[in-house]
């Protein structure tokens, strides 16, 4: 069983090569929660989160988490990442996650970055509609389950073709820091919707969230720092113009549409759930047409990043 691949956000235009994690070895995802090592038992790989202090040393963070933590504990969902336990170790918070072989998308996406490797767009495109698949799975649960912290450091591409979500239960913990949309992106690496408040961390962020991850997807990198939130509509111009480009002049406009909606760029068009985007996505022409040859061409990436040599974690 091979653990994931860990590394960093991107702040600079060529990411370096993606490393993967040694077992026991700690590494980070630059993503603000932490630092995290992987341990096996032999059945199973979890992965150890030590919380940053910003959220360890603030009670009602914890508290938050911990609340989050039980409520999603029953979630039987094949693309949420369970939490296996939290301990408290003096200053130190832990948290525990079962996590399936594969690639975090952060890394396939670095990975596209510096190899250039050409991907046909029905590859990206199912790997798209996985991720929406994903979110829209704990949108549709009874009860408005959200999960608060989308990006892709917390987006896993299994070796088995699945989309399996993490970190799901920092939604409300975050939402309790009480920083605003650019310190979010700033600190976290998290999309927040436009709001005249201080940000709530429900499915409507989770679209946002979701938005800018199959954002980053077709323009097969990470987002920069500083191209977000005040370059997105560029981004999505961007993005949408190569699509056409290598699809029809059709595919676009809609696929342009269909992000504005997601990033909620004008917010009287904007989704209110994953369930909501899940189905208008669907229903593109260049989704509908290309499911079974995206699937293939992506088996094919996923294998290809998952043999990428073995490295020291940083």
Same mark, same amino acid.
């Given at each position: ?42 059945? #199973?790989?979890? $992965?150890? *989160?030590?919380?940053?202090?910003? +959220? !360890?040393?603030? =009670?009602?963070?914890?508290? %938050?988490?911990? @609340? ?110 009480? #920083?605003?949309? $650019?310190? *979010?992106?700033?600190?976290?690496? +998290? !999309?927040?919707? =436009?709001?005249?408040?201080? %940000?709530?961390? @429900? ?110 974690? #940083?």
């Amino acid at each position: 069983m091979r653990p994931p691949f860990t590394g960093a956000f991107v702040a600079r235009r060529r990411p370096a090569v993606v490393k993967r994690a040694l077992p026991g070895l700690p590494y980070s995802l630059d993503d603000g929660l932490g630092f995290r090592r992987i341990e096996s038992d032999g059945r #199973r790989q979890i $992965e150890i *989160l030590t919380l940053a202090p910003v +959220l !360890a040393n603030h =009670p009602i963070v914890e508290r %938050a988490i911990r @609340d989050r933590a039980s409520r999603y504990a029953n979630l039987e969902m094949r693309s949420f990442a369970p939490v296996r336990r939290l301990e408290r170790t003096g200053a130190a918070l832990q948290i525990c996650t079962e996590l399936p072989p594969g690639v975090r998308l952060l890394h396939l996406l670095a990975h596209l970055e510096s190899t250039r490797e050409v991907v046909p767009e029905p590859a990206l495109f199912e790997l798209a509609s996985l991720i929406i698949n994903a979110v829209a799975s704990l949108h549709a649960w009874p009860g408005g389950f959200a999960h608060g912290a989308i990006n892709p450091a917390h987006v896993l591409v299994t070796t088995d073709g699945r989309v399996v979500l993490t970190d799901g239960v920092f939604g409300a913990g975050l939402e309790a820091l009480q #920083r605003n949309r $650019e310190a *979010l992106w700033k600190e976290f690496r +998290l !999309a927040m919707p =436009p709001a005249a408040n201080l %940000a709530r961390f @429900d499915q409507q962020t989770d679209v946002a969230q979701m938005g800018a991850v199959i954002l980053a997807v077709l323009l097969r990198r990470p987002l920069l720092l500083a191209e977000y939130p005040r370059g997105v509509g560029d981004l999505v111009v961007t993005a949408t113009e190569s699509v056409s480009e290598r699809l029809s002049s059709a595919s676009g406009p809609t696929v342009r549409m269909w992000l504005q909606a997601a990033l909620q760029i004008h917010q009287r068009l904007a989704f209110r759930s994953a369930v909501e985007a899940q189905r208008l996505f669907s229903e593109l022409p260049t989704i509908r047409d290309s499911r079974s040859e995206g699937a293939m061409a992506l088996h094919v990436l996923i294998s290809t990043v998952c043999e990428e040599p073995i490295a020291k974690a #940083r």
